[in-house]
Nanobody, 123 residues
Framework: QVQLVESGGGLVQAGGSLRLSCAAS????????MGWFRQAPGKEREFVAA????????YSTDSVKGRFTISRDKGKNTVYLQMNSLKPEDTAVYYC????????????????WGQGTQVTVSS
């Protein structure tokens, strides 16, 4: 069982930065693939980025490449999403998710979810 708690969301102007954190409980955290997803009002939940269990491989959707970076600290049982050069279209609720198997960009493939944190980017 894995429990996830996100933090770090907020209101920021376009061009600004935020760092989201996802704190995980459960002694098997280090074996999970971790992902970040987001959901804007009226839209489906979409993949943002993921990182494999070792941290050696990361994946991200094209719209955030070069701006967002995912990382993990196994010692702190935490996954981060560093978001730079934020745009109004990045506004959404951001969710952290975990799955035991290899990387996937499908929300349906993830077993555990956090409660989400709101990110609002003003123009």
């Amino acid at each position: 069982q894995v429990q996830l708690v996100e933090s770090g969301g907020g209101l920021v102007q376009a061009g600004g930065s935020l760092r989201l954190s996802c704190a995980a409980s459960g002694r098997t955290f280090s074996t999970y693939t971790m992902g970040w997803f987001r959901q804007a009002p009226g839209k489906e939940r979409e993949f943002v980025a993921a990182i494999n269990w070792s941290g050696s491989n990361t994946y991200s959707t094209d719209s955030v490449k070069g701006r967002f970076t995912i990382s993990r600290d196994k010692g702190k049982n935490t996954v981060y999403l560093q978001m730079n050069s934020l745009k109004p279209e990045d506004t959404a609720v951001y969710y952290c998710a975990a799955r035991l198997l290899a990387y996937s960009d499908s929300p349906d493939a993830y077993d555990y979810w956090g409660q989400g944190t709101q990110v609002t980017v003003s123009s």
